[in-house]
């Protein structure tokens, strides 16, 4: 039995042995193709350069002239990015300088109008302490809009008083005023 078992083996050996030859003849023949291939482009490639002949003078001169147009505009544009870029530092500075000048603008704004405001409670407060009869005398010389201004800012019986002691038709202008103050203002 061992004799079989033998046998058996070197017939797998040799069938093994085989079809590894028959592998690298079938690989062996594209190498030798591929190499073939190779010879023939590296023999008829060759190792001197190609004579171009010249370039006809018009040409050369058409492309020195291109050349020379092209060294032209190049020069234009670094001058042009160059102005572009002053310009731009400079509008920097101006824009700084524009911001620093409107927010001392605004600081004088809200100054001069808290002071205007200021005046205009401190005379409401006066309006307010003087005698019904003497305040009502002087809002009837007042133009409507400029009395109801006052009347509005005012405490509703001080502003009473004073009404009451106005004749009938300037007390009747301030108050239409007075109502219509906010008729136009948004409801929503």
Known sequence: MTGRRRSGR???????????????LRLGSGVGAALARTDESVAGASTEPLNCPAPPLALTEA??????????????????LAALDLAESAITVRMTEMQALEDKLRATVALADGAAEADVERLTA???AMKPKDAAALFETMAPEFAAG?????????????????????AYGV??????????APKD
């Open 126 to 128: 006066v309006y307010q």
């Open 175 to 184: 108050s239409v005023i007075v109502a219509g103050r906010n008729a136009n």
């Open 10 to 24: 070197g017939t797998l050996f040799i069938v093994a042995l085989l079809l590894a030859a028959s592998g690298a």
């Open 63 to 80: 492309l020195k002239l291109r050349e020379d147009r092209l060294v032209a505009r190049e020069a234009t544009l670094q001058d042009r």
């Open 150 to 170: 006052f009347l509005g800012r005012m405490q509703p019986d001080a502003a009473a008083a004073i009404l009451s002691g106005m004749s009938s038709e300037a």
